[in-house]
Structures are given as structure tokens and as C-alpha cells.
């Protein structure tokens, strides 16, 4: 339960921090003036001010804002360093570059996992890599190193048997195993995981390592983030068009998958943490009031007709924005509840 609430603190933490420095940079840039940065929300446990600008720690870390000056149409209070007083193409920028921080990080992430950890390369042995702990190879007393010999009397000879024949489990298996020459036998229970729809222990392949360098660090993480950003984008297609179904995670759900992505290392733990990001920086760009798509596309429209929308207008669809976005959060949560407690 620690690890999990660090692990998820960690990760909302970083998230939240590059999101909204990206909107606190570029509105410094534009010469914007930010009343507040602050990290999460309610009470505040933390606050210092430097310069004209409050900085602030909250109690619930799953969000953040800058309460950037002028952003209500009506207020006129900050004069020429006001949001709204700025040109459509400033408050343009200001509102994407939190998006565009999430998906540089991840590029930062997987450098320092490539130059710093090596780039793992599966070996397709029955030999165990990382062993989750909690999960049914650890409590069969299964460690690292392990070579599987055969489950319920089948012999393995690769990576793939050792899968398949855990895959189609229906009970408690009779395990053979081979550690430092010595052959030990155990039993393992394998648990039906929903969401990969199969049978899993809780175990990774052996892997080879090598260190690629700082350049080959450097191109890797940017391919890596260029073909997951794809793929997200992809699978987001399909979700819209009906072809792929669609899995929500509220932050009960994510803190429960930061903490298994804790439980196994450091390096998958900041893996997750760039999969989040780049999600994060997708949701945020869709044409939802109250997102930064939405307030981009209100911007959009001025642009166009040459003037802004009115204060009510502008009211009215951040409330309906930000009515789906919790009525999205209540149905998410609710999934999280259900899948961790009763699943």
C-alpha cells in the first residue's frame, strides 16, 4: 500500500508539474502575468511567493493550475498582461504547451532509461527475469534466475511454453524448476486476469542488456515516443469509429498501476510514467470545454469571427465541460472500484 500511494504521488506528481510548467513558461514568455502555480488542489500545504507570482503545494496532488491574470473576459484588472489581452496566437501557444511539455517528457524518460538502464532484449528461455512480489510466482516461492523445467509434467523449452501452458491454467500447477543445479518442485496458482483476458503468475522474461550510448539514447527515446504516440492516436481511431472498445482507468485504477509498475522497478515505474504522459497529453488536447482543446478551440473561433466569445457563452460551455469531464470520472472511478475490490 505504500509503495503504491509513493508510486502514485510520484507519477500524478511529475505529470502535473511538467503539464503546467509548460503553461506557466510560455505565459511568462508572452509576457503574461501568473498570479498562482500551484500543484494539485483544496487546502494548501505549501505556498512561498517569489516575485509576483505565488507558488503552491495542495493537498489532493491529481491536478494542478496557474491562475494566470485576465483570463475571465471581464476582468481588466491586469491591464496589457492579461490573457485575454494578449494576441489569439500567445493564448494559443499558452494553452498547448502543456500538452506538448507531456509529450516531451516521455523523450527525457526513455533517454535516461536507454543511456542509464540499457536497452533490454527478451531472451526466449524458460528462465525467469523479474518476479512481481504478491503475485502467485513469488508466493510459489519462485525468484529471478529461475529456469522453469516443465508445469504439470510438460516440459518447456521456450519463453512461448512457459506463456501459453500458464495461459490456459484451470487450477493450482505443479512447477519444476532448476536453481543454481539444484531441481526443486512447488505449486503455483495462477490468477485470471480480466483485462489481458488470461491466466498470469506475475513473472518476465530474461533479458540481455546492452548500453547504447548517449546519441543512440538520444534517437531511441524520440522513435520510441514517435511510434507509441502512433499507436495511441491508432487505437484512439479505432475507440471513435467502434472498432476497438474502449478500457477507462480513473486515478484509483492509475495509483493501482503505478504501484504494480513500482513493485517490479524503478524503470518500469518511469516506462508508465511516459505512457501516462504522452495519454495525458492527448486527453487534454480534445475539443472538450473546460481541456485545453476545448479553450483552444474557443480561441479558434475568435480568430475566425474576429472577436470573442461572449462571457456567458464562454460560462455555459465550461460548465458542460466540466460536468462531462466529472460525470467521465464518476463512471471511471466507479469501473476502478469494481475491477480492484470485486474483480
Not at 503553461?23 to 508572452?30: C, D, E, R, Y
Not at 507531456?102 to 538502464?117: K, R, T
Not at 530474461?206 to 507509441?228: D, F
Not at 515505474?269 to 479553450?295: K, M, W
Request: a negative charge.
Amino acid at each position: 500500500m505504500v509503495v503504491t500511494i509513493l508510486a502514485a504521488i510520484f507519477v500524478f506528481g511529475l505529470l502535473v508539474l511538467v503539464h503546467e510548467a509548460g503553461h506557466f513558461l510560455t505565459a511568462k514568455m508572452t509576457g503574461m502575468r501568473v498570479d498562482e502555480f500551484a500543484i494539485g488542489f483544496g487546502p494548501k500545504v505549501l505556498e512561498f511567493q517569489h516575485g509576483e507570482t505565488v507558488y503552491s503545494i495542495r493537498a489532493l496532488p491529481l491536478g494542478g493550475f496557474n491562475n494566470i491574470a485576465g483570463m475571465d473576459p471581464d476582468d481588466k484588472e491586469a491591464g496589457d498582461r492579461a490573457f485575454n489581452a494578449k494576441p489569439v496566437g500567445s493564448r494559443l501557444i499558452v494553452m498547448l504547451a502543456g500538452s506538448v511539455m507531456n509529450f516531451v517528457l516521455p523523450i527525457f524518460l526513455f533517454f535516461g532509461v536507454f543511456f542509464f538502464s540499457g536497452v533490454s532484449t527478451p531472451v526466449n528461455e524458460p528462465v525467469l527475469g523479474d518476479v512481481i512480489a504478491g503475485k502467485p510466482a513469488d508466493q510459489a516461492g519462485l525468484i529471478k534466475g529461475d529456469r522453469i523445467i516443465s508445469i504439470d509434467g510438460k516440459e518447456l523449452s521456450t519463453w512461448g511454453d512457459l506463456v501459453q501452458t500458464v495461459s490456459s491454467a484451470q487450477g493450482t500447477q505443479t512447477v519444476v524448476y532448476e536453481r543454481d543445479g539444484n531441481t526443486f518442485e512447488t505449486e503455483m496458482t495462477p490468477h485470471y486476469d480480466k483485462s489481458a483476458g488470461r491466466a498470469m503468475v506475475g513473472v518476465m522474461s530474461s533479458v540481455n542488456k546492452e548500453y547504447p550510448g548517449l546519441v543512440n539514447s538520444a534517437s531511441m527515446a524520440v522513435e520510441r515516443t514517435g511510434i507509441i504516440l502512433y499507436k495511441m492516436c491508432e487505437a484512439l481511431l479505432g475507440i471513435i469509429t467502434g472498432s476497438a472498445s474502449a478500457e477507462l482507468a480513473g486515478p484509483l485504477g492509475v495509483a493501482q498501476m503505478a504501484g504494480e509498475a513500482a513493485n517490479i522497478g524503478i524503470v518500469s515505474l518511469i516506462n508508465f510514467t511516459a505512457l501516462l504522459s504522452l495519454n495525458l497529453g492527448i486527453i487534454n488536447l480534445f475539443p472538450v470545454p473546460a481541456l485545453d482543446g476545448g479553450h483552444c478551440v474557443t480561441l479558434v473561433l475568435e480568430a475566425v469571427r474576429g472577436k470573442p466569445l461572449s462571457s456567458k457563452a464562454l460560462y455555459y460551455t465550461q460548465c458542460v465541460g466540466i460536468a462531462l469531464i466529472v460525470l467521465l470520472m464518476i463512471y471511471a472511478t466507479k469501473s476502478d472500484i469494481v475491477r480492484i475490490f470485486f474483480g
